[in-house]
């Protein structure tokens, strides 16, 4: 279907079902052009021209779950497993500190040797010693953890929704033997319990369609999430989703840099002041431009790996991911060129999103 720029909707968001399923659907190049150029504006308008970085931390590559898509699940035998010393962590949290980024991403599978208390003794070690943002990424924990961890100094949490299609999610994402997984009713406790929230999706999962795309990006904005990270979905061979193929159809979603890019765009759209990186997916599909295009397609943040090399190449979620062999000294001069390149600057500080700040504002505000 080619609707020409004139018959698509106005991209004033938050669109509805029907206008996000128009701009993805699009063949216009001109079309594609004035998305990219309005997400651009939206950005400028909602977060501003600086871009903030977040030093990410692989802090183990075990998992428990056994998810369809991801190279980390339990059943994969050939990743040889790893996990960081609370020292390592601590090291790598004061190395961000020295670069001058605001920002600690811990992220992991879901490995139970990360137990709450010892989370929560790291949580506040780096808080005490770095003074950094915290943000966790790992994976479905229970309520008192959460709550625990923020209680601890924790900052933020992510946690995608990877598809609003149930069906599909309950066959790429088995829960844990006897327990439930709501992953919608996770993202809204997190915000309850006073996080600064992110979530997200992949594109082009294997049976993923336009309309369950458009409903993702209509759940950003019901969700009014802070952060949302999205990136192309890419099969890894030692999973089931990157084994099978599905037989072609029509409404199949492509898993495609460019279609992650009109996804991010339309994000964008629908969240103006929340913060989006420009993800590693991202970057993995389109090693040259793929990041610096992000960044001019509606994202503000880039979350440079930081976890030790002789690791990195263990976190193997999806195949051939982007700066899996260089030091984050490396990626650091590159991104600092990249981003000079394009008349942008790091930003200083914790970079909360206007969106969490404004809410936080709201809350204070309100009369009890
Ligand atoms: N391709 C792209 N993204 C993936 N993720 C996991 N496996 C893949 C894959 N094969 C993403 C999921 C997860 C995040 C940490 O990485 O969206 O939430």
Redesign the pocket.
Known sequence: MKTPLSDLPPLKGPLRAEALLAWLRTGEPEALEHLWARADELRRQGVGDEVHLRGLVEISNRCARQCA???LRAANRSVSRYAMSDEEILECAHQIREYGWGTAVLQSGEDPAFTSSRVEALVRRIKAETGLAITLSLGERTEEELRAWKRAGADRYLL?F?TSDRALFQRIHPPLPGRECDRLGLLKLLRDIGYEVGS?V?VGIPGQGFESLARDLELFAELELDMIGL??????PDTPLGTSTPPPSADQVPATVDMAFRVLALARVQRPEANLPATT?LATLDREQGRILGLQRGANVVMPNVTPLHHRARYS??PNKASSNETAEQTRLQIDTQLASIGRSVAAGPGHSPAFRRRIREQEGAPS
């Open positions: 898509y991801c190279g995608r990877e997200g992949m990136g192309p979905f890419i099969p890894h997916a979620i999806y």
